[in-house]
């Protein structure tokens, strides 16, 4: 481990750099990230530091996941920040590259896209947004050459695709999925949080405790797809300023969706807007 994190902006210094790194022997893992790092981020990074030789950590707020009217422009940014919470973390690189390097075709470019997956629950709103996913990770781990890739389990559906990408692809990195991290009152952490204001991120509690309200039903014995999204929903509904986009339960592994009976593993995913700011969440109704 380097005792001072690097930044590289250019695509071909990266590639370079990994293949040397990589000739040595060791082993790399990558944490791609959109910046405005948080605890959920800097918890990847020390995962990637605990199995890795060498760690890339990517800051890119990518434009092709972003629908026309989504906060491309407004996304929160801060590469100071993030430089300094990455080198706290003992990274080697933190990659933080333009537009024009990762998509040097503009829209012309080659796109990766998983078909159904990419689909249903966030897909459905957010017609491209998993095309951009998978098309932008399948340029960072080739230009890492990461042996090993860790996300969150708060994008839940994002980390399925990818990992179904991996394995259609022949794709030798390991995607590894790590916990989802929350707030000590239970919201989950997400770099749009920032953008709540006081009385939304009071009534963005209200994800979490439908979500526990569910899964207290599953515990109880409620094997009924239609009752358990009620119960979320109820909670959530208690709230002025919700917008609920979907709410599913699905098979944990497949994100097939049920919706009649469940079984006895199943896991409830959402999107919601509150005060106007898209948060999305999930949580296992059997553990």
Known sequence: MSNQTIIIRDAKELASLTKKIQ??????????????LHEGHLSLIRAARAKSDFVVVSDFVNPTQFGPNEDYATYPRDEQADFEKVQSCGADVLFIPTVESLYPNGQGSTWVEVQNLGNILCGATRPGHFRGVATVVTKLLWLSRADYAFFGEKDYQQLTILKRMAADLGCPTEIIGMPLVREADGLALSSRNVRLSPEARKQALSLNHGLKRASAAFKAGCRNAEKLIWEAQAEIATEKDTEIQYISVANPDTLEIYNGDVPDQAIMLLAVKVGGVRLIDNMRLDK
């Open 23 to 36: 000739h040595e022997g060791k082993s790399i893992g990558l944490v791609p990230t959109m910046g405005y």
